[in-house]
Nanobody, 116 residues
Framework: QVQLVESGGGLVQPGGSLRLSCAAS????????MGWYRQAPGLQRELVAT????????NYGDSVKGRFTISRDNAKNTVYLQMDSLKPEDTAVYYC?????????WGQGTQVTVSS
């Protein structure tokens, strides 16, 4: 199994930036990719970004392309999400996910609120 701990959420003004972190532990060797999803009240969970563990290939949801950047530090077993030019509609709970051959594992989520 894989355990994930997210950090870095909070309150930020529109146009501001935040960086989320997700530290993985447990069966690290089994992870093939990690990523972030988000869920706003009343809406479905949506893809934010993913990154592969080997070559670092990335994929982004359309709503965050050009504003968010996902990166990884394999030595620290950590994935980051740099969020710039934040908008009120980015307000959501952000969840970290890890993908393995046996399934996916989710973190508890961290709240991001974009408001003036």
């Amino acid at each position: 199994q894989v355990q994930l701990v997210e950090s870095g959420g909070g309150l930020v003004q529109p146009g501001g930036s935040l960086r989320l972190s997700c530290a993985a532990s447990g069966s690290i060797f089994s992870i093939v990719a990690m990523g972030w999803y988000r869920q706003a009240p009343g809406l479905q969970r949506e893809l934010v970004a993913t990154i592969t563990r080997d070559v670092g290939r990335t994929n982004y949801g359309d709503s965050v392309k050009g504003r968010f950047t996902i990166s990884r530090d394999n030595a620290k077993n950590t994935v980051y999400l740099q969020m710039d030019s934040l908008k009120p509609e980015d307000t959501a709970v952000y969840y970290c996910v890890s993908y393995t051959a046996s399934g996916s594992y989710w973190g508890q989520g961290t709240q991001v609120t974009v408001s003036s």
